[in-house]
């Protein structure tokens, strides 16, 4: 402190009769504005303690030039006001910051005919606070700004725009600011959902807000937008209203539903769709979530099991009526469809009828398995027509080959009893019809075999064999019954396989028929094997007409039969090679086929070796 | 050799009943199932050829009927059949061989020669 806090001390003797009396500085001198009087010539006549402490005054400065004084700290301006105010004789006040005390002030100066006051208020403080406020308010429209809502402010009772964001200008384009009044609303374009009806100014949600008070709860609205399309709003409008409980203004948020609108009605239109479908359909279908709850369930549904959809939905699968098997049967397939998100079949039994039910999962858009579609269609009709036409062709070979059998045993006793006696040609011809029985009991076995391929009934008789012993047998029968052509082996692998013996040999059989039919004008067909790690591949060669490569892999198909150039068909049914590959995929191996038109075959298939035992299987 | 041939199809009883006599065989043929054991046990035959299906009564109740009786229980059975599922349970039911119609009769001869020797 510089001075005494005795304001005598900092009045000059020779006091002006405007500056304060003794009795008054007291108080002045608790103000916390600086106050200095300076004479005609600028020397001190008075400064307060504020002003002292400011300033850096002290009772020695008092009759001392001021602004020598504080040349530095109050800067020109101050001065040059100065004497402007005293050549004027007229007030001033002016904003002035002071920057080696780093402070605003306002200062006033007082001119007289004796001196003058200056009168300094800091500033800093409220210039700060209106800064702050200037920051809040630009933060508080940024924000309003960054929403991704349309919002608008309008006050009451007039209805006059104030506040607008970015978002609504998007939605109405240049939204229009001028707008002063209510009734003004009605030039922006909207319609009631439920009735079509063009909005009235008064309709507006905001409108309603500012006239009656009314908080508006997410209305929606179609609109025309700024490019001429349609969209829809979803608007909230409500009042503010001040301490008394007078509306003073109206605030709306405008959020632009039109996409979320436009895949709703698209959603919808699919519900419909599939309701239609789904509720019409003779097929069972069921929908599950992860949990394998229930989350849907069509009608066709009542009708098999007598359970409404209402009580099964939200039930896990084990509560949905179906059997524990069934139920257990289609957890498991659910389960590895949520993981796998692979399409799956299952046939199961319910109230005594056949279904087959097509799982098919339903993706989410992270492409996560959220729930599984169950078709599920009664299959009763096909299985009964299946067992039916298995049991059809069951009989109808066991009634073909009755009297097969009673044509093969005569002709044999004609045979031998002819061969007895003069009749020459009596054994050949014979011999012909017996070949054509033979011919004949083959077709009514494969017929039987191609039925149950399709119904999968064909059983094996697997067991371990040597394959060079079958081959051997085999091929010294086609021999014996083919002596025009040579039957030749080479390579053939010693080994023991498991499997069907007498099937693989109708495999070879086929094969070895099928090259000698084809090998019209050469005479050697070749049966060699090559084994690899897993496999033994057996290959049936010959170097006969070849087949165009357009048939190669039409060949094992079923009754496929192939055409010459002459629309002439080979004969056969076209039912061997179908049975031998399936024979062969039965047995987990594959045939194949390499020929050149013109120069021959070479058919193979492959069979897999019995896998050495392994410790743990001893 | 005495063969006692059972089947309800009197063509193929005829044709076999032909065949085999022609071949030195005396050949009883019946084609009423259910007097097969009573005929066993009356002719002795050394062997007995046995149709799967036979009217009344069939193949697998003959050869149960024929395994319980001690005079015909050693007497040979060879069925013939048709049916593709009679070889598996021919297999099961003690039958000594089995044939599927339509057979060859060199192997039919040979079989009974086996079975009887």
Known sequence: MVFSSHSKNKIKDDIDPFLPKANITPLIDNINDQIVALDNKGSIIYFNQSAGKTFNLDIYCLGKNFWSLTQKLIGEKVYKNSRKALKNSQNIQFEHYLSIIKRNFLINIYPSHQGLILYFIDIEQSKTNIQEIKKDNHFLKSIIDQMPSGVVVAEAPSGKLIISNRELKNIFGNFPKSTSRIKQYEKWEAYHLDTGKRYESYEWPLARSLLNGETVNWEELKIVKKDGSVGYLRIRSSPIKDKQGNIIAGVAIDNDITKAKLTEDELFKSRVEFEAISKNSPDIILRF?????????????????????????????FEIGFPQTVSLYWEEKLKSIFTDGKLDTVEFCLNSRDYQAWLVPEFNRVNQVQSVLSVSRDITGIKEAERKKDEFISMASHE??????????????????????????????????????????????????????????????????????????????????????????KNIENIILYGDKDRIGEVLINLLSNAIKYSPFSDNVLITTFKTKTHIIVKVIDYGIGIEKQYQDKIFQKLYRIYDSNDKTFPGFGMGLYISSEIIKLHSGQMAVKSKKGRGSTFSFTLPLIKPKTNLDK | MKVLVVDDDLTILEALKTAMEFNDYQVEAISHGEKTVQLAQKLKPDIILLDFLLSGIDGCEITKSLRSHPDTKNIPVIMLSAHPEAKKIANKIGINTFLSKPFELDELFQKIKILTS
């Not at chain 1, 949990?291 to 699968?317: D, E, M, R």
Request: aromatic fraction near 6%; include cysteine.
């Open chain 1, 289 to 317: 979530d992860k949990k394998f709850s229930c989350l849907y369930a069509n009608p066709a549904f009542k009708k098999t099991t007598g359970l409404s959809p209402k009580k099964v939905v939200g039930k896990n699968i």
């Open chain 1, 400 to 489: 073909l080959k009755t009297p097969v059998t009673t044509i093969k045993v005569f002709s044999h006793i004609l045979r031998k009893s002819a061969a007895e006696s003069n009749y020459e040609k009596f054994p050949i011809y014979l011999r012909k019809m017996e070949d054509q029985v033979n011919k004949l009991n083959k077709l009514v076995d494969q017929l039987l075999d191609v039925s149950r391929i399709q119904i999968g009934t064909l059983e094996l008789n697997k067991r371990r064999f040597s394959l060079p012993k079958l081959i051997k047998e085999i091929k010294e029968t086609i021999q014996t019954n083919n002596p025009n052509h040579q039957i030749l082996t």
